[in-house]
Antibody, heavy 120, light 107 residues
């Protein structure tokens, strides 16, 4: 059974940093394309970025709102996915989900999410 | 980026009725469109991918159709557990985008 468990969320001031982690199990992590998506309270879902599998080169695509501030990485030896968030803004407040991707592009397994609140 | 517009914003129906939800893209996404269901307090669940293919475990009462810029999710006969928010998502062009959702509520 696929399991994705996020951690690391919390309250941070504008301009601060936070690192989210996602522990993956139940599938071959090194072959999986992964993503981070987010959902602001009461709002729709928004892409943060996706990372290719190690076997496909491990490169990352970001969306414009986070490009240059957020970094997605993966650690194959630990089956871990990370999201380093710097220069946080109030508009980054959301629940952040780690997902696997079907066809490199459809989130098909989701973690339970971790809440990030950016507020002074 | 491709903008997905969902309509209606809210749909009020009774169990047993059929539901038709719409998703319109600002430019063609070919057949690269998916639908998700999100119940209160839960994570989104993939229902339909590439326009018309049901994901694993999704009941046959859910079906998808369309191509290019206009897509439809149909629920043939609503069960009580179907009342939720539904999102569409395109994978034709990065950045992939989601629609803002249609809330399907009990009338």
């Amino acid at each position: 059974e696929v399991q994705l468990v996020e951690s690391g969320g919390g309250l941070v001031k504008p301009g601060g940093s936070l690192r989210l982690s996602c522990a993956a199990s139940g599938f071959t992590f090194r072959n999986a394309w992964m993503s981070w998506v987010r959902q602001a309270p009461g709002k729709g879902v928004e892409w943060v970025g996706r990372i290719k599998s190690e076997t496909d080169g491990g490169t990352v695509d970001y969306t414009a709102p986070v490009e240059g501030r957020f970094t997605i990485s993966r650690e194959e030896s630990k089956n871990m996915l990370y999201l380093q968030m710097n220069s946080l803004k109030t508009e980054d407040t959301a629940v952040y989900y780690c997902t696997t991707l079907m066809y490199y592009s459809y989130p098909d397994n989701w973690g339970q999410g971790t809440l990030v609140t950016v507020s002074s | 980026e491709i903008v997905l517009t969902q309509s209606p914003a809210t749909l009020s129906l009774s169990p047993g009725e059929g539901a038709t939800l719409s998703c319109r893209a600002s430019q063609s996404v070919a057949s690269y469109l998916a639908w998700y269901q999100q119940k209160p307090g839960q994570t989104p669940r993939l229902l339909i991918y590439d326009t018309s293919h049901r994901a694993t475990g999704i009941p046959a009462r859910f079906s998808g159709s369309g191509s290019g810029t206009d897509f439809t999710l149909t629920v043939s006969s609503l069960e009580p557990e179907d009342f939720a928010v539904y999102f569409c998502q395109q994978r034709s062009l990065w950045p992939f985008t989601f629609g803002h959702g249609t809330r399907l509520e009990i009338k």
